[in-house]
């Protein structure tokens, strides 16, 4: 694959005091909105779950845990968590005695746990609960006849707010609670099966034939979704505008636009990657592909240690696209991005020589290869430092973001690895590398009263002791407005340069920026 690379430095190992991402003793302002919550996104995605296989079989319900009377307390297992409904039927496994199974009915499921309702005798704590069924079906709706006849088969649902689902399995169809009829589906693209409530369903087709469709009024009626949609709506509106007046900038400029893909666009560079993992698997045979959303993740890291780091990626993501206003349905990846973590160095080493056909960097952690087609790989080794890894994967990948967002154009090595330490800092905060550098930065600045020449550089990548004064500048530029840093990339990106783009961004000049900059960091005669 034709590509370029950039690479992250190793952290220096000088010992420096840390300096705390929000320490602004340094005389900067508290970060704006956006940063404040970065941190809540982080979080956010702490709390999902990303891997179904736990060992457990895929009819296990859980494991008694707690027990009064007829009723005991179960346990969710991963796999049944989203799947179990109340009315269901089960089986309770006697521990000692696993050829003794009871009868039992899901009365109650809530917060990982379920209770469940024995028909004859008691349970004991560690017996294994099995599902038998799911609730029983009403037949008598028409649609809820025909969407249970097409169990099994490929569906196309599209939901009110707007998203399209693409021949998915429809695995089953539960109406226990006829106020709120679910399917649960498969799609190819997702790790686990999805449970889908039919309030939020515009239609579902089957074999082209329109099997279900939402009744008269409802996308109205369903205050939740339609204020969902709503607000997408406002989103596309707002973004289409302002891509529209960007666009106009590219007459001007000569610079291309990627173009918009396809579904089937998509899956194909999809099926790119994966033709790509076959061959590496056969090279390197510990490997495992673990999937989310928008990466394909293939590492031979224990799975057990790669939870953080795929909640990290999907927390870059969300971030940058909530940074540069992009509607969430909108995929800016050709497909998805593929990330190829080893566990040693000299696995890295090999894989860029062998398949990418370049020595790999010296002292780097890891190489972003955007490629000129629009596909993106990001290879890289997790060494002995957990946090650090963390926060290079997350460098490493928002630079494959900044080539997809709209145009292949270049920004200022110093933007675009400041923005990336920035991010790498912002969604992994336990990282020590990039305090260092920035610190490590701060004392050269006082020492010299000079960025040394970084802000007009036009080199290709700057030196590894320039990324610390990197990330000051680009937190400096985001804390005096996000969105004006994200006018700024949108018309670096259009091919301006960086004078006319702080000019139309920031209403301000190299030279301004470099001084109010300096008066920041109590240094109000900072030269260039």
Same mark, same amino acid.
């Not at 028409?142 to 249970?148: E, I, R």
């Given at each position: 694959? #034709?590509?370029?690379?950039?690479? $992250?430095?190793?952290?220096?190992?000088?010992?420096?005091?840390?300096?705390?991402?929000?320490?602004?003793?340094?005389?900067?302002?508290?970060?704006? =909105?956006?940063?404040?919550?970065?941190?809540?996104?982080?979080?956010?995605?702490?709390?999902?779950?990303?891997?179904?296989?736990?060992?457990?079989?895929?009819?296990?319900?859980?494991?008694?845990?707690?027990?009064?009377?007829?009723?005991?307390?179960?346990?969710?297992?991963?796999?049944?968590?989203?799947?179990?409904? #109340?009315?269901?039927?089960? $089986?309770?496994?006697?521990?000692?005695?696993?050829?003794?199974?009871?009868?039992?009915?899901?009365?109650?499921?809530?917060?990982?746990?379920?209770?469940?309702?024995?028909?004859?005798?008691?349970?004991?704590?560690?017996? =294994?609960?099995?599902?038998?069924?799911?609730?029983?079906?009403?037949?008598?709706?028409? $649609?809820?006849?025909?969407?249970?006849?097409?169990?099994?088969?490929?569906?196309?649902?599209?939901?009110?707010?707007?998203?399209?689902?693409?021949?998915?399995?429809?695995?089953?169809?539960?109406?226990?609670?006829?106020?709120?009829?679910?399917?649960?589906? =498969?799609?190819?693209?997702?790790?686990?099966?999805?449970?889908?409530?039919?309030?939020?369903?515009?239609?579902?087709?089957?074999?082209?034939?329109?099997?279900?469709?939402?009744?008269?009024?409802?996308?109205?009626?369903?205050?939740?979704?339609?204020?969902?949609?709503?607000?997408?709506?406002?989103?596309?509106?707002?973004?289409?505008?302002?891509?529209?007046?960007?666009?106009?900038?590219?007459? #001007?400029?000569?610079?291309?636009?990627?173009?918009?893909?396809?579904?089937?666009?998509?899956?194909?560079?999809?099926?790119?990657?994966?033709?790509?993992?076959?061959?590496?698997?056969?090279?390197?045979?510990?490997?495992?592909?673990?999937?989310?959303?928008?990466?394909?993740?293939?590492?031979?890291?224990?799975?057990?240690?790669?939870?953080?780091?795929?909640?990290?990626?999907?927390?870059?993501?969300?971030?940058?696209?909530?940074?540069?206003?992009?509607?969430?349905?909108? =995929?800016?990846?050709?497909?998805?991005?593929?990330?190829?973590?080893?566990?040693?160095?000299?696995?890295?080493?090999?894989?860029?020589?062998?398949?990418?056909?370049?020595?790999?960097?010296?002292?780097?952690?890891?190489?972003?290869?955007?490629?000129?087609?629009?596909?993106?790989?990001?290879?890289?080794?997790?060494?002995?430092?957990?946090?650090?890894?963390?926060?290079?994967?997350?460098?490493?990948?928002?630079?494959?973001?900044?080539?997809?967002?709209?145009?292949?154009?270049?920004?200022?090595?110093?933007?675009?690895?400041?923005?990336?330490?920035?991010?790498?800092?912002?969604?992994?905060?336990?990282?020590?590398?990039?305090?260092?550098?920035?610190?490590?930065?701060?004392?050269?600045?006082?020492?010299?009263?000079?960025?040394?020449?970084?802000?007009?550089?036009?080199?290709?990548?700057?030196?590894?002791?320039?990324?610390?004064?990197?990330?000051?500048?680009?937190?400096?530029?985001?804390?005096?407005?996000?969105?004006?840093?994200?006018?700024?990339?949108?018309?670096?990106?259009?091919?301006?340069?960086?004078?006319?783009?702080?000019?139309?961004?920031?209403?301000?000049?190299?030279?301004?920026?470099?001084?109010?900059?300096?008066?920041?960091?109590?240094?109000?005669?900072?030269?260039?």
């Amino acid at each position: 694959m #034709k590509s370029y690379s950039r690479n $992250q430095p190793e952290a220096q190992a000088t010992e420096i005091l840390l300096c705390d991402s929000r320490d602004y003793s340094d005389g900067f302002s508290h970060p704006s =909105r956006i940063w404040r919550r970065a941190f809540a996104i982080v979080f956010v995605f702490g709390l999902i779950a990303t891997f179904a296989d736990h060992g457990i079989a895929e009819d296990t319900l859980g494991t008694v845990v707690e027990v009064k009377r007829n009723y005991c307390k179960v346990r969710l297992s991963m796999n049944s968590a989203d799947g179990i409904q #109340k009315g269901g039927v089960c $089986q309770v496994v006697t521990a000692d005695t696993p050829s003794e199974t009871k009868s039992a009915t899901v009365t109650a499921v809530r917060d990982g746990f379920a209770v469940v309702r024995l028909d004859d005798g008691t349970a004991s704590v560690g017996d =294994r609960v099995v599902v038998v069924s799911e609730p029983g079906l009403e037949r008598d709706n028409p $649609q809820v006849a025909s969407l249970v006849s097409a169990a099994g088969k490929k569906v196309d649902v599209k939901l009110i707010a707007g998203r399209m689902f693409e021949n998915i399995e429809l695995l089953r169809v539960d109406d226990s609670d006829d106020q709120n009829i679910k399917i649960r589906v =498969r799609d190819a693209s997702a790790r686990r099966p999805l449970t889908i409530s039919l309030t939020a369903v515009d239609y579902i087709k089957c074999e082209a034939k329109l099997i279900f469709e939402c009744a008269p009024g409802a996308k109205t009626a369903n205050s939740r979704f339609s204020r969902k949609q709503a607000l997408l709506a406002k989103q596309h509106a707002e973004y289409e505008a302002k891509l529209r007046q960007w666009e106009l900038l590219l007459d #001007k400029t000569g610079a291309k636009k990627w173009p918009d893909l396809t579904t089937t666009e998509h899956e194909a560079a999809i099926t790119e990657h994966r033709d790509f993992i076959k061959v590496l698997k056969n090279d390197y045979s510990d490997l495992e592909l673990y999937e989310t959303d928008h990466f394909l993740f293939l590492s031979n890291i224990e799975r057990r240690h790669l939870n953080p780091y795929l909640m990290q990626l999907d927390a870059m993501h969300k971030l940058m696209m909530h940074m540069y206003g992009i509607p969430e349905d909108i =995929r800016v990846w050709k497909g998805k991005a593929l990330i190829v973590a080893f566990v040693e160095r000299q696995q890295f080493v090999d894989f860029e020589r062998r398949h990418i056909k370049q020595p790999a960097p010296a002292g780097a952690y890891g190489v972003c290869h955007a490629g000129t087609d629009g596909q993106v790989i990001v290879a890289c080794f997790r060494g002995d430092r957990p946090a650090e890894f963390g926060q290079m994967l997350v460098h490493e990948t928002s630079h494959g973001f900044m080539h997809r967002y709209k145009t292949a154009k270049d920004v200022p090595s110093w933007i675009n690895e400041g923005l990336a330490d920035h991010l790498g800092l912002t969604i992994v905060p336990a990282s020590q590398s990039v305090p260092k550098r920035q610190q490590a930065a701060l004392e050269r600045i006082r020492r010299t009263n000079s960025l040394g020449g970084i802000v007009g550089s036009e080199l290709r990548n700057i030196r590894a002791d320039q990324y610390g004064l990197s990330s000051l500048l680009v937190r400096f530029l985001i804390q005096n407005g996000d969105e004006r840093f994200a006018s700024l990339i949108d018309h670096l990106k259009a091919g301006l340069n960086l004078n006319e783009s702080l000019q139309i961004a920031y209403n301000t000049s190299q030279e301004q920026m470099i001084r109010a900059f300096g008066v920041s960091i109590g240094m109000p005669n900072l030269q260039p």
